[in-house]
């Protein structure tokens, strides 16, 4: 109570203040839309669920871009082919075999760099939506960040590994014989109406038609492998003969104008039959007694360690095909590495709406200089083969230094401070 002169007044009482600690907000409840149960969870709730999110973003990007440099590089293989099959005689058949045969090789140099594009893309724009930054909100580091971009450098690996110790070898061996039957086959090369051809080098062959007796009509024939002279058959028709040296073609009704480049003079010979020795054009195909294999066509096992017959039958040095055996390990290797450095390098650009590409070129520069170290310990080691090991080199220096930039983006605070150390 109260006193005065005025007289006393009741004291209020209050009641003691709640304790706050105590209380609990129950989470606010989302609605579900239509057929669809109650959204309760954060983005990225489990580790699974982030790891095919960008498995899949990987993997998709990766396909595309494998699909397109295959195409560029296979164009720029099939001109040269479509020409020399064609000029050989050949069919469309022919052509589409030839280039299935082609394409493993091709896949094998296009995958490694499709990977890093891919890394570096689906990075770039995950940084750029703003991706990046919300998971990393939830706890995830630089380097749970790149377990699934190691996942999938190590899918690429093992495909990649594949081809070059398996379907590689195995496709250029059956791509030679091949080689080797259309250069031996006469017939294709002779017997294509309407066309002209060249067998080799000097010689150029035309025939207008081929009738049902399997005659030549109106043939031409231009030879011009010695330096100094050259001749031109021209035949109403024609015969193409085998005879125990070898297939010859018996010209009838024809003439033949020689041209001598020296002397600047011109002969012309009207003959009734005349025989021109084929095989004489096909002196400079080599014979499959001693013919040498390309030494990509071989097995691992046998490049590691080669016998004396394998050896003899390779045009190839043995430190040549010592560290060719090694470097099919080391291109493994080499696919793995390449998107974890893209992954790796721009998560040091932080989050910015214009990307990273300062971050990107960096990237880029540092693939190059990896694979400059890739080709240069190989040269060293061919040249002395007691250092092989120094192939393998390259591809450790990539994974350490994968590891030291994911160590860096993990501790932003040093690249600042050096940042303001410099400024």
């Given at each position: 109570?109260l006193?005065g002169?005025g007289?006393?007044?009741?004291?209020?009482s209050?009641?003691s203040p709640?304790?706050?600690?105590s209380l609990?907000?129950?989470?606010?409840?989302?609605?579900?839309l239509a057929?669809?149960?109650?959204?309760?969870?954060?983005?990225?709730p489990s580790v699974?669920?982030?790891?095919?999110?960008?498995?899949?973003?990987l993997?998709?990007?990766f396909?595309?871009?494998s699909v397109v440099?295959?195409?560029?590089y296979w164009?720029?293989?099939a001109v040269r082919?479509?020409?020399?099959?064609?000029g050989?005689?050949?069919?469309?058949?022919?052509?589409l075999e030839f280039t299935?045969l082609?394409?493993?090789?091709?896949i094998?140099l296009?995958l490694?760099?499709?990977a890093f594009?891919a890394?570096?893309?689906?990075t770039?724009?995950?940084?750029?939506?703003?991706?990046l930054?919300v998971?990393?909100?939830t706890?995830?580091g630089?380097f749970?960040?790149?377990?699934p971009?190691?996942l999938?450098?190590l899918?690429v690996g093992?495909?990649?590994s594949?081809?070059?110790?398996?379907?590689v070898?195995?496709?250029?061996?059956?791509?030679?014989?091949?080689?080797?039957?259309v250069?031996?086959?006469v017939?294709?090369?002779f017997l294509?109406?309407g066309q002209f051809?060249h067998?080799?080098?000097?010689?150029?062959f035309?025939i207008r038609d081929?009738n049902?007796?399997?005659e030549?009509?109106?043939i031409?024939l231009?030879d011009?492998?010695?330096?100094?002279r050259?001749?031109?058959?021209?035949a109403s028709?024609?015969?193409?003969?085998?005879?125990d040296?070898g297939?010859r073609?018996?010209?009838f009704?024809?003439?033949?104008?020689g041209?001598?480049?020296d002397?600047?003079s011109?002969s012309?010979?009207?003959?009734?039959?005349?025989?021109f020795d084929?095989?004489?054009?096909?002196?400079?195909?080599?014979?499959?007694?001693?013919?040498?294999?390309?030494?990509r066509e071989?097995?691992?096992?046998?490049?590691?360690?080669?016998t004396?017959?394998?050896?003899?039958?390779?045009?190839?040095s043995?430190?040549?095909?010592?560290?060719?055996g090694h470097?099919?390990?080391t291109?493994?290797?080499?696919?793995v590495v390449?998107?974890?450095?893209?992954?790796a390098?721009?998560?040091?650009?932080?989050f910015?709406r214009f990307?990273v590409?300062?971050q990107i070129?960096?990237?880029i520069?540092?693939?190059v200089v990896?694979?400059t170290?890739?080709?240069?310990?190989?040269?060293?080691?061919t040249?002395?083969l007691s250092?092989w090991p120094?192939?393998?080199?390259?591809?450790a220096?990539?994974?350490?230094l994968?590891t030291?930039i994911?160590?860096?983006?993990?501790?932003?605070?040093?690249?600042?401070?050096r940042e303001r150390s410099?400024?």
């Open positions: 109570m006193s002169t007289g006393s007044l009741p004291v209020p209050f009641p709640p304790d706050w600690s609990t907000v129950p989470a606010p409840a989302i609605p579900a057929g669809q149960e109650p959204a309760t969870k954060a983005p990225f699974t669920r982030f790891d095919r999110y960008l498995l899949a973003q993997l998709v990007i396909g595309v871009a440099l295959v195409g560029l164009i720029n293989q082919l479509f020409d020399w099959l064609i050989s005689g050949q069919n469309a058949t022919v052509f299935a082609s394409l493993p090789n091709i094998r296009v490694p760099v499709s594009a890394a570096v893309y689906v770039n724009r995950m940084a750029s939506e703003s991706e930054v998971v990393q909100a706890g995830f630089p749970r960040l790149a377990r971009v190691l999938f450098g899918f093992l495909f990649v594949v081809l070059v110790h398996f379907v070898p195995a496709s250029l061996t059956r791509l030679a014989d091949r080689e080797f039957e250069n031996q086959n017939t294709s090369q294509t109406a051809i067998p080799t080098e000097g010689v150029t035309y081929i049902a007796d399997r030549l009509l109106d031409f231009r011009a492998r010695e330096g100094t050259e001749v031109i058959y021209t028709r024609a015969k193409l003969v085998r005879s040296d297939p073609l018996v010209m009704d024809g003439m033949a104008q041209y001598g480049r002397s600047q011109l012309v010979t009207r003959f009734v039959d005349l025989t084929i095989s004489s054009v096909l002196e400079s195909m080599a014979d499959p007694a001693e013919e040498k294999r390309d030494h071989l097995w691992t096992a046998d490049l590691l360690a080669p004396e017959a394998v050896r003899a039958t390779t045009r190839a043995l430190g040549k095909m010592v560290i060719e470097r099919r390990f291109q493994g290797l080499m696919a390449a998107p974890l450095i893209g992954f390098t721009l998560l040091l650009g932080g910015s990307g590409w300062n070129f960096i990237a520069g540092l693939i990896l694979q170290l890739d080709n240069a310990a190989a040269d060293a080691a040249s002395d250092i120094i192939v393998y080199a390259p591809a220096f990539g994974f350490i994968a030291s994911l160590w860096l983006a993990a501790h932003p605070a040093l690249l600042r401070r410099s400024a």
